[in-house]
């Protein structure tokens, strides 16, 4: 078994690769873990991105047996525990709000309206 430590970079003495005494689950197993939107969990697909993408700059550790990719119930922990830590900024006191989500920006539906409608707005100007 080959380990994965695709998470945020650890310190010099602190290990953050999966051992073989952790509760070792496949992806598909790992989903039953992890709390979902409405009422669904996420898909095997999106616990793989964790693992080679990350999210938010902090990656799920893995390994690989063969063919299967693992992870671990205490990886996932982890993970969570860091995507938490990754939220709170570094000047922040406990009494702040939490951070707002981002906006992910317009459709391209939405973004072609308003370009057309700019445009329009410059051609009657004469610019």
């Given amino acids: 078994m080959t380990p994965r ?7 010099p003495d602190e290990t953050m690769a999966i051992t073989m005494d952790e509760h070792l ?6 989903t039953a873990f992890v709390p979902g939107q ?5 898909s095997v697909s999106t616990v793989w991105r ?5 999210l938010n700059g902090v990656q799920l550790e893995y390994v690989r047996c063969g063919r299967k990719i693992l ?4 990886a996932l922990g982890r993970f969570f525990r860091r995507l ?9 006191s406990a009494g702040d709000p939490p951070p707002t989500p981002t906006n ?19 051609d009657e100007e004469g610019l």
């Fill in 5 to 11: 430590n695709h998470s945020d970079q650890p310190g």
């Fill in 25 to 30: 689950l496949t992806l598909t197993e790992a």
């Fill in 38 to 42: 409405n009422s669904k969990r996420p």
């Fill in 50 to 54: 964790w693992c080679r993408k990350g």
């Fill in 71 to 74: 992870t671990s119930h205490e």
């Fill in 84 to 92: 938490a830590a990754a939220d709170t900024p570094p000047n922040s």
């Fill in 104 to 122: 992910r920006g317009m459709s391209g539906a939405r973004r072609s309206r308003d370009v057309s409608a700019s445009h329009a707005r410059l």
